[in-house]
């Protein structure tokens, strides 16, 4: 063999060897998927957006993250195991779940270190997936179920620099069971794991519909109950306690109160 000859087999080895190096780096830090959130058009909903982190809005917000992100980063009066996996739920549809869930996601991030993922984990009235704009995507139910999606092909990157989120995915046949699989354990232990220092915000199905929001309180750390103001009634507000993993930190959050702020928000925040 030539010396030129010799030369071009090292180019080559070594333009190979480059590729691998290339793509096994590539493989280990993919491109997330990116959507640009329509902050407009939240803003004239109602919602927190980037904007407005000095109006009343962004000031109730901040009182009910503060225990949240106490218990979240071991700041708590006690420890809290999973702390920094938070779910939002409520006893029936329509007591604003996904506006508590959406706007403290973006407080959170709008004021943190930490990264935060909201997670459109009401599958069978994925509300927040349809806010965002983001319906069609791959998402949780894409996890769970059929190719098993991984995580990061699902995390979406947006115009609000430290907030991802999970869309809910799309339809599998047996949709309404995924919240309560095998799967779904093994999907929160990943994001508790791999993301110790972010805030998982689930936006979760009502607890007196069906036992899928029951049976996520096991695998979060902590529990956000909203309760609206004027409609839901004590036996009912009870009656949802009562599914929730009593091992728990559980905080209320009052929403649509008309009492005391300008606005048509009022907190409380309290161990259940
Ligand atoms: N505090 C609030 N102020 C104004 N609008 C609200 C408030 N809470 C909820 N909403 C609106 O009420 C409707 C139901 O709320 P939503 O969060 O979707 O309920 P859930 O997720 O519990 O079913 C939505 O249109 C939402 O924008
Ligand atoms: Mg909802």
């Known amino acids: 063999m030539s010396s030129i000859e010799k030369a071009m087999e090292r180019s080559g080895a070594g333009a190979r060897a480059a590729t691998v190096e290339r793509l096994a780096a590539g493989r280990e830090r993919p491109e997330l998927p990116r959507h640009d959130l329509p902050l407009a058009r939240l803003r004239a909903q109602g919602y927190l957006t980037p904007e407005e982190s000095d109006g009343p809005l962004a000031e109730q917000y901040r009182a009910i993250k503060r225990p949240l992100l106490m218990n979240a980063f071991g700041r708590g009066a006690l420890p809290v195991d999973g702390g920094n996996l938070i779910m939002v739920t409520s006893a029936a549809p329509g007591e604003g779940k996904t ?32 806010l965002l704009g983001l319906r069609g995507r791959p998402g949780l ?15 979406v990157r947006t115009n609000v620099p430290k907030l991802r989120v999970i869309p809910a995915g799309r ?40 036992s899928q929001a029951s049976i996520l309180t096991y695998l979060v750390g902590q529990v956000v109950v909203v309760v609206e103001a004027g409609r839901t009634v004590q036996h009912v507000v009870k009656e949802a306690l009562g599914l929730v993993d009593s091992s728990k930190a559980v905080g209320l959050v009052l929403n649509k109160s008309h009492e005391r702020t300008r606005g048509d928000y009022y907190y409380g925040y309290g161990e259940a």
Do not use: C, W
């Not at 706007?103 to 009401?122: G, Q, W």
């Not at 894409?142 to 995580?151: C, E, F, K, T």
């Not at 069971?177 to 110790?196: F, G, I, K, V």
């Open 99 to 130: 506006f508590t869930a959406l706007n403290l996601a973006m407080s959170m991030a709008m004021e943190l270190d930490h990264t935060v993922l909201v997670v459109d984990a009401d599958l069978v009235k994925p509300s927040l997936t349809e």
């Open 141 to 155: 139910t894409d996890a769970l179920a059929g190719d098993r999606v991984p995580l990061s092909e699902i995390i």
């Open 171 to 210: 339809t599998y046949p047996n949709s309404t069971e995924l919240l309560a699989s095998q799967a779904m354990r093994a999907l929160t232990q990943e994001l508790a794991e791999r993301y110790p220092d972010r805030v998982v915000l689930f936006d979760t199905p009502p607890l007196l519909a069906a």
